[in-house]
């Protein structure tokens, strides 16, 4: 089983592929029955394939995208993490057109691990200030 040091060297690693746009790396972070959730946006991928699709969706949407690891709890078992997220968006995401106008929110993600990897994740963030954001009004 790992230990909270591996757990956290783990998290450090994703963070690392997610800012690096480099999905592969990432894929190999997680279990190959992996649930990540968008909840915000009703995304849900599972699998490996899945992830694959989703990040490189993800990346041309927010092809400059950066994720700042702001505060994180650690088991051998579970994590919660509050990261502050930004980029442009050049294309469509569900419900928000795009307008190539840049975005700064803080997220907060709750995930397992299990065997060495990453499980599961469900990713929170404000909506309302993202779409302010892109509209021009102010937050």
């Known amino acids: 089983m790992a230990n909270n040091n591996d757990n956290e060297n783990l998290l450090r690693q994703l963070i690392e592929a997610e800012n690096s746009?480099?999905?592969e790396r990432l894929?190999?972070?997680l279990t190959d029955d992996v649930v990540i959730e968008n909840i915000p946006l009703g995304v849900v991928m599972k699998g490996k394939d899945a992830v694959r699709q989703g990040y490189s969706g993800f990346f041309k949407v927010t092809p400059d995208s950066k994720i700042e690891p702001k505060s994180w709890i650690i088991t051998d078992k579970l994590f919660a993490s509050e990261v502050i997220f930004t980029g442009t968006q050049k294309e469509d995401l569900p419900g928000l057109p795009a307008?190539?106008?840049s975005f700064y929110t803080r997220v907060c993600s709750f995930g397992e691990f299990?065997?060495?990897k990453i499980k599961g994740r469900r990713d929170?963030?404000?909506s309302a200030s993202?779409?302010?954001q892109q509209s021009g009004e102010s937050i």
């Open 27 to 29: 894929v190999l972070l």
């Open 130 to 132: 993202m779409v302010k």
């Open 21 to 23: 746009h480099d999905i």
């Open 114 to 116: 299990e065997n060495g």
């Open 124 to 126: 929170y963030w404000d």
């Open 99 to 101: 307008t190539g106008k």
